[in-house]
């Protein structure tokens, strides 16, 4: 096994789970914002918008929509993450699993949608950072194990020369 296979299994595996704790982190969110967001509606006869503990928190429909596409992409960003691990360390597919990665790093973007019902960074935020990072990163070493494995790559030497 390679370094570069190495490490597109690792931080595929991170980001995998990065991806898993945003997609529950913003499912737990999303839930209840959905609930406010219906109670509101029914007490006030429309949508609730202003400052909650020094937050502005936007509960029309379209926010909350915006919440749950931050859940869904987050959990497809994770199965195509655990997809991308699997074909790197079991298969040895490598170039799948890059374009499988770079398709995982894209979803993940589409969460920060999120914005759009609580504009302010909460900690799932800096998870998904991690998770872009190691989906980025599993990429580009799939991209070197590719490399690699075709042999269009030579692998580092480390030998020391004499300079004469």
Same mark, same amino acid.
């Given at each position: 096994?390679?370094?570069?296979?190495?490490?597109?299994?690792?931080?595929?595996?991170?980001?995998?789970?990065?991806?898993?704790?945003?997609?529950?982190?913003?499912?737990?969110?999303?839930?209840?914002?959905?609930?406010?967001?219906?109670?509101?509606?029914?007490?006030?006869?429309?949508?609730?918008?202003?400052?909650?503990?020094?937050?502005?928190?936007?509960?029309?429909?379209?926010?909350?929509?915006?919440?749950?596409?931050?859940?869904?992409?987050?959990?497809?960003?994770?199965? *195509?993450?655990?997809?991308?691990?699997?074909?790197?360390?079991?298969?040895?597919?490598?170039?799948?699993?890059?374009?499988?990665?770079?398709?995982?790093?894209?979803?993940?973007?589409?969460?920060?949608?999120?914005?759009?019902?609580?504009?302010?960074?909460?900690?799932?935020?800096?998870?998904?950072? %991690?998770? *872009?990072?190691?989906? *980025?990163?599993?990429?580009?070493?799939?991209?070197?194990?590719?490399?690699? %494995?075709?042999?269009?790559?030579?692998?580092?030497?480390?030998?020391?020369?004499?300079?004469?």
């Amino acid at each position: 096994m390679n370094g570069a296979k190495c490490g597109s299994i690792v931080n595929g595996v991170i980001a995998t789970i990065c991806s898993g704790v945003c997609f529950i982190m913003y499912a737990l969110i999303a839930g209840s914002f959905s609930v406010i967001a219906a109670t509101c509606s029914v007490q006030q006869g429309g949508a609730c918008q202003g400052y909650v503990q020094g937050f502005y928190v936007n509960l029309d429909g379209g926010a909350v929509g915006a919440l749950w596409v931050a859940v869904i992409v987050s959990a497809i960003a994770c199965i *195509l993450g655990i997809v991308g691990s699997s074909m790197t360390c079991c298969c040895d597919k490598h170039t799948p699993a890059k374009v499988i990665y770079i398709v995982a790093f894209v979803l993940q973007i589409i969460a920060w949608v999120r914005y759009v019902a609580m504009p302010t960074f909460v900690w799932p935020d800096g998870v998904m950072i %991690a998770a *872009l990072i190691n989906y *980025l990163v599993g990429a580009m070493n799939a991209n070197n194990a590719a490399k690699l %494995a075709g042999g269009s790559a030579a692998p580092p030497s480390f030998e020391m020369k004499s300079a004469a």
